[in-house]
């Protein structure tokens, strides 16, 4: 029972991740029915920008350990939502009339571009952030040990997550981006500026990602310039276990998906875990053709 | 399209067929290799070309199908030592009736779902390979020592003599490419271009789209089993690094690319998708950052693919034959007239 | 004889009942016309008999078949043709591959005799190219053949719908709103070809708001509110009946 | 306009057919430049192309200058096999590399059809050698021999239940089934196994299972990125089983990503690195190495790239010939004890290194690899 509890929160902690993830992914998708192969690499951009500031800047010297990360944080968010922007002006605006598939091919080069331009920067190897930044001790809860930084990882993915949600659902910014989410043309004649709210979401989306990756760098420690393909992949899995294009979709398709694997590793195989994790994806989607949370839309004939 | 573009096009489809028939002549063993290498995945292409651009299901694990292809003919050559060139049709079989049993479940499922449930099957096959599944496919080793094809006794080796290799496996495309040509041209190929524009008004027009959709999951699973086979027996040696999901990823970017639905796009999607990279070799590290850049570029250069498809003609208001030319010319060989 | 009889047709979408308890035969050989206020569940009606939509209860006969639960593509088989209230064309593709479609449920070759091109896919392709467009010529668009189905005006984007229809050998065509976006012109020549179509032998059931078009056409007529049929007569009948007047004015349509 | 200059040069390059001088010797270099290993292989050249310099400068081989002709096998088999026809087709007089046995595997039979020498220097799988090929040698060593020292060390230091974990590579599959036949032949069993995806962050559910498995140690035979993360996390939650790692864990950044304190007390097999080598040859390489770029070598891997190198240029030398067969009966029965940057290195008849090429290094408080034996 207690490897039970252990393997959960296991999960938890990388599922938080994925959700993270899973939430650029989302909300581009949301906007413009564009799946964004290269939003795996706009979260590695993340923990390499990460590391190349705290390195630079000496932030948790001068200001402290928290309030030094968090500038950190909003630093690494900014840069990455820029990136995330130029990346849809270069790569993905001037294919919005065409077949969607030619944006995902574009999304593929993308990807190859910017892993490939991580590795030439920062070399092939994996680069390590400094460590003893982050508190190391375990909790001890019911008997259970947790490190304090998985709950400070999940609590943060919540936080940021909760906020989007409340952002996109009470705020009028975000009630232009669920309009536009439903009908671009309609939006448009309702006096709301669509391209305004295309370069928002390319910058929620990717500074969300670039978080994702400064949390991995500063816990896991190590980074290297492939990551973000599997992560990315583990993301978009993520979303569309959720219902893609659905904010929460999101967040409970990425927990889910992270306790799914930490559980078929646990209790059935780690060689066969992405493979499990893959199986009961599609079990679910045979089950609820639109994912979790996703809307089932009848189309009207 | 223009009628001068028409009218060049038929010449111009006969003399990169001459230049293609005439590589060896000219090209060493590396060229042919890479030569080698665009034609296989131009026939994974064309294969992927019936399930993602003609009945336009967003497929992207192709590499599937590939690999229980290239397995089943490594498993039976190795163990028994049948001729790979028998198992031809046997891999394609396989990869067939293995595609009709996993597309089944899924088939109803639109867009992005069925796009990551493909990408799930593919990694499941390459998990499944890795763990030596059914204990004969060798694990993570793969299996080594796969025989050449050879025939009327002539071994064609892809490694000695990719001249010989070339002229077999570009048979294999001539053929392909007619026999596409005719299923594109036919009461299937339009039936699957139907559903792919409209499953609503398909199903009103008597098609029965779930079947549709399982057959050209089958018949380019089949395809790809085959050319499974061609790639083992090329290579000798097979393993589960060679169906990555990356390999699936190519072939999606190769009929893109190409033209979805298009023939001589998906040939030309090949051709640049394998040929690029090898082309940037000199350019060492920096290679694969100047083949992103590429790709992205083309894209937005050819938003519709390179070579869209073109609309047919039936021979009945302003036939003028071009499509029975487009076939005669990439076949080279056989130049079978086509004309309903 | 009734060609389609539809009995207690009942359904819903979420609570809502869009049809309800809904009864009426078909009579072969006849012009018939569905009309009603808007909403009143025509094109519900019409996605029934189709099986695009499934009946929550009650059953539908087609020449004594229970075709109920059938899918849509044997429904066609069985000899039920459509077009679409919102036009649904293969766009991009040519006017005479729209037409094929409709011929496909006559066809047989499948992929492999494609592929190998034996000699009867290539008499059956040719006959129905041939048929296709007899059928295009029927409806006046055979100088279009070689066009892309988008490319055509609304008008004729209808009627392109109804070739393809026509060229499922049907025995009973269903039309939704064929004169929707015609001009007066168009709409003429198209009572002038339903009556056509009717001559052929096929039966012809249409929804449709000219009622100009509706009185001159149709010889049998059903009215719907709210899922119900509160009228079913001749066209002088159906101008006289109360519950129809009462429907049209309390509605906001003015058509009448 | 630039661009299309770059496309006409690399076009040019693609193009060039097999140019025949006399006063070259043509190397050929097969490695990962690109992909998942590509820090392996730029190291590899890196190595190799320092070593050629040094060669030209004191005047080359046989009087000829000595070209490295680099092919990228991204780390695929089949970019390998086509990389392979690339160096062959470049009239190379034999080929270094490359990392990874299924990549070495699928170049393998295009350089034994066209009768080209091969010294690989990362392929490590026993079935390499077990085929008969008479012009494949490498510079590491197998499987085998690392599985016997590997189960033989955690033998000695009487642990009897012993987990073996793995990434599912070839390489790293193939050490754990060694480990595990030689450990069921002994007194100590296996009470698991199983494998981890490597790439990944977080490992703590494997570790969680490892933990409930109660192993004496830990034999961990994939890759120093995962090793290290595995050591880190492994502290975090307060296990304290040891583990030991296969040799392609010799990488300084195992400690940088595991930290000093979690790395402390780990142990790994290797070939011996340059810098615990007496012999002026691996000094004389590392100062070298240092002056050029400023670090020292990363992986040992490359390195046994740069002794394939060595061995081959030997070999031109003292046979006076770029003959396949020749250079190849030198290898095996000519070569005697030659200084590599690794050890002496010699061949046997299947192309292997003979020798006891395995070390114990334990990293100790201070994250430096101390050679153990």
């Given at each position: 029972m207690e490897q039970f509890f252990t393997q959960l929160t296991n999960g938890l902690a990388v599922g938080g991740i994925y959700a993270l993830i899973a939430l650029g992914y989302t909300m581009v998708y949301g906007i413009l029915?564009?799946?964004?192969?290269a939003h795996g690499d706009l979260f590695t951009i993340g923990a390499y920008l990460g590391l190349t500031l705290l390195a630079s800047l000496a932030l948790t010297d001068t200001v402290g350990a928290v309030a030094g990360l968090l500038v950190l944080a909003v630093m690494v968010m900014g840069l990455v939502g820029v990136i995330g922007i130029l990346l849809d002006r270069a790569a993905y605006k001037p294919l919005r009339?065409?077949?969607?598939l030619s944006a995902v091919v574009s999304a593929l080069g993308a990807s190859i571009v910017f892993s490939n331009t991580i590795m030439l920067v920062y070399g092939p190897s994996p680069r390590v952030y400094p460590q003893g930044l982050l508190p190391t001790h375990v909790l001890d809860v019911f008997g259970l040990s947790i490190p304090v930084m998985r709950l400070v990882i999940l609590t943060t993915s919540l936080v940021l997550m909760v906020g989007l949600y409340i952002f996109i659902q009470k705020t009028r910014t975000g009630t232009a981006i669920r309009a536009a989410a439903i009908d671009q043309d309609a939006a448009r004649l309702m006096g709301i500026n669509v391209d305004r709210v295309i370069m928002l979401v390319f910058f929620i989306g990717p500074a969300l990602g670039g978080a994702a990756g400064l949390m991995v760098g500063l816990h896991y420690g190590q980074i290297n310039f492939t990551m973000g393909w599997l992560y990315g992949l583990k993301a978009f899995t993520a979303a569309i276990l959720g219902g893609i294009g659905n904010i929460p979709g999101a967040m409970v398709g990425g927990l889910l998906l992270g306790v799914i694997e930490s559980m078929g590793a646990a209790y059935i195989s780690n060689a066969w875990k992405d493979a499990i994790a893959f199986f009961v994806l599609i079990l679910i989607l045979i089950v609820r053709p639109t994912g979790l949370l996703g809307e089932r839309v009848a189309e009207k004939i | 399209m223009t009628v001068a573009a028409r009218k060049i096009k038929k010449p111009l489809y006969a003399v990169i067929a001459a230049c293609w028939l005439a590589a060896p002549f000219f090209l060493g063993n590396y060229q042919l290799d890479v030569l080698n290498n665009i034609a296989i995945y131009a026939l994974l292409g064309l294969s992927l070309n019936i399930i993602?651009?003609?009945?336009?299901?967003?497929?992207?694990?192709h590499g599937a199908f590939f690999a229980v292809g290239a397995y089943t003919t490594a498993v039976i050559n190795t163990t028994w030592g049948v001729p790979v060139l028998w198992l031809l049709p046997l891999s394609g079989v396989a990869a067939g009736l293995f595609a009709l049993v996993v597309a089944k479940p899924i088939i109803h499922l639109r867009g992005d779902y069925l796009l990551i449930v493909t990408i799930g099957m593919v990694e499941i096959v390459r998990i499944a390979l890795v763990n030596n599944v059914f204990g004969i496919?060798?694990?993570?080793n793969g299996i080594f020592g796969i025989d050449a094809p050879s025939l009327f006794g002539r071994t064609i080796s892809g490694i000695v003599a990719p001249g010989d290799y070339f002229y077999l496996v570009t048979a294999f495309l001539a053929f392909t490419i007619t026999v596409f040509y005719l299923l594109e041209h036919s009461r299937f190929g339009r039936a699957l271009q139907f559903l792919n524009q409209d499953p609503v008004a398909a199903e009103g027009s008597g098609i029965d789209t779930a079947r549709y959709r399982l057959a050209a999951f089958g018949i380019g699973a089949f395809w790809a089993g085959m050319v499974g086979n061609l790639y083992a027996s090329k290579i000798t040696f097979i393993s589960p690094e060679s169906f990555s999901f990356w390999e699936s990823v190519v072939m999606f970017m190769i009929v893109i690319l190409g033209g979805a639905g298009s023939i001589p796009g998906v040939l030309l999607g090949a051709f640049l998708i394998i040929g690029l990279p090898e082309l940037f070799?000199?350019?060492?590290?920096y290679r694969l950052l100047l083949f992103g850049i590429v790709l992205v570029a083309m894209m937005i250069f050819?938003?519709?693919?390179i070579l869209p498809p073109a609309p047919r003609s039936?021979?009945?208001?302003?036939?003028?034959?071009e499509n029975g030319g487009q076939n005669s010319a990439q076949d080279g060989a056989s130049g079978g007239e086509v004309r309903p | 004889m009734s060609l389609l009889r539809i009995e207690n047709a009942i359904r819903y979408f979420g609570g809502l009942m869009?049809?309800?308890d809904v009864s009426f035969t078909v009579p072969e050989g006849s012009v018939f016309g569905l009309i009603g206020p808007n909403g009143a569940g025509k094109t519900t009606v019409f996605n029934l008999i189709t099986g695009n939509y499934r009946l929550d209860s009650g059953k539908i006969f087609f020449r004594n078949e229970?075709?109920?639960?059938?899918?849509t593509h044997r429904v066609v088989e069985r000899g039920i043709a459509r077009t679409f209230q919102n036009i649904r064309l293969f766009?991009?593709?040519?006017v005479l591959e729209n037409v094929l479609a409709g011929r496909h449920c006559r066809m047989k070759a499948g992929p492999v005799a494609a592929m190998l091109r034996l000699p009867s896919q290539r008499i059956e392709e040719r006959r129905a190219v041939a048929r296709a467009m007899a059928e295009l010529l029927f409806v006046g668009l055979a100088g279009h053949a070689?066009?892309?189905?988008?490319?055509?005006s609304y008008g004729n984007q209808r009627l392109l719908e109804i070739a393809r229809a026509l060229a499922a050998d049907p025995r009973l065509i269903i039309l939704d709103?064929?004169?929707?976006?015609?001009n007066d012109y168009e709409t003429t020549a198209l009572v002038e070809l339903i009556s056509k179509i009717r001559d052929r032998g096929i039966t012809v059931m249409l929804i449709e708001h000219d009622m100009s078009l509706v009185m001159r056409a149709c010889e049998r007529i059903v009215v719907l509110e709210h899922g119900k049929k509160i009228a079913a007569g001749n066209p002088g009948e159906i101008q006289s009946d109360p519950a129809v007047i009462e429907a049209y004015l309390g509605g906001d349509d003015d058509e009448f | 306009m630039k661009k299309i200059l770059l496309l006409l040069v690399a076009a040019s390059l693609f193009w060039a057919g097999p140019v025949f001088s006399s006063d070259t010797i043509r190397i050929g270099l097969m490695c990962?430049?690109?992909?998942?290993w590509a820090s392996e292989g730029q190291d590899m050249r890196r190595i190799v192309e320092l070593l050629a310099d040094e060669i030209n400068e004191q005047g080359g081989i046989l009087g000829k200058t000595v070209e490295v002709v680099v092919a990228d096998d991204g780390g695929d088999p089949r970019t390998a096999a086509t990389a392979a026809q690339r160096l062959v087709q470049r009239d190379v007089v034999g080929v270094i590399g490359t990392y990874g046995s299924s990549i070495t595997e699928a170049s393998q039979n295009i350089y034994a059809a066209t009768g080209t020498l091969q010294i690989a220097n990362g392929s490590t799988s026993v079935r390499l050698s077990e085929k008969?090929?008479?012009?494949f040698f490498r510079t590491c060593p197998r499987d085998d021999e690392q599985g016997r020292v590997a189960v033989e060390t955690m033998l000695a230091d009487g642990h009897d239940k012993i987990a073996i974990l793995h990434d599912s590579t070839t390489y790293a599959r193939g050490l754990a089934d060694e480990a595990r036949a030689l450990i069921d032949a002994s007194?100590?069993?296996?009470?698991f196994f199983d494998a981890l995806t490597p790439?990944?962050?977080?490992y703590t559910t494997i570790l969680t299972q490892i933990r409930g498995n109660n192993p004496d140690v830990v034999f961990f035979t994939g890759y120093y990125p995962e090793a290290g993360m595995l050591l880190r996390q492994k502290l975090e939650m307060g296990l304290d089983t040891p583990f030991i790692g296969g040799d392609?864990?010799?990488?300084?950044?195992l400690v940088k990503i595991a930290g000093a304190r979690a790395g402390a007390g780990f142990r790994f097999l290797s070939p011996?690195?340059?810098?615990?080598?007496?012999?002026p040859e691996a000094k004389a390489f590392l100062d070298a190495y240092n002056e050029a770029y400023g670090q020292a070598p990363g992986s040992i891997w490359a390195v046994l790239a740069g002794d394939g190198f060595r061995v081959l240029a030997k070999a031109i030398e003292e046979t006076g010939s770029t003959d396949t067969d020749t250079i190849a009966d030198y290898l095996k029965n000519?070569?005697?004890?030659f200084p590599g940057l690794t050890g002496t290195i010699d061949f046997d008849d299947k192309g292997d290194r003979i020798g006891d090429v395995y070390r114990v290094y334990e990293v100790d408080d201070e994250g430096r690899f101390v050679l153990q034996m």
């Open positions: 029915k564009l799946i964004n192969f009339t065409s077949p969607r | 993602l651009g003609y009945a336009g299901m967003f497929h992207m694990g496919t060798g694990g993570s070799q000199g350019l060492q590290q050819r938003p519709q693919g039936y021979g009945v208001a302003e036939d003028d034959g | 869009a049809v309800g229970d075709i109920s639960r059938m899918a766009s991009g593709m040519t070689g066009n892309l189905a988008k490319n055509l709103e064929p004169a929707g976006g015609m | 990962p430049l690109t992909g998942s008969g090929l008479p012009y007194a100590a069993e296996v009470v790439g990944e962050q977080d392609a864990n010799n990488n300084p950044d011996p690195v340059p810098g615990d080598l007496p012999s000519g070569l005697s004890e």
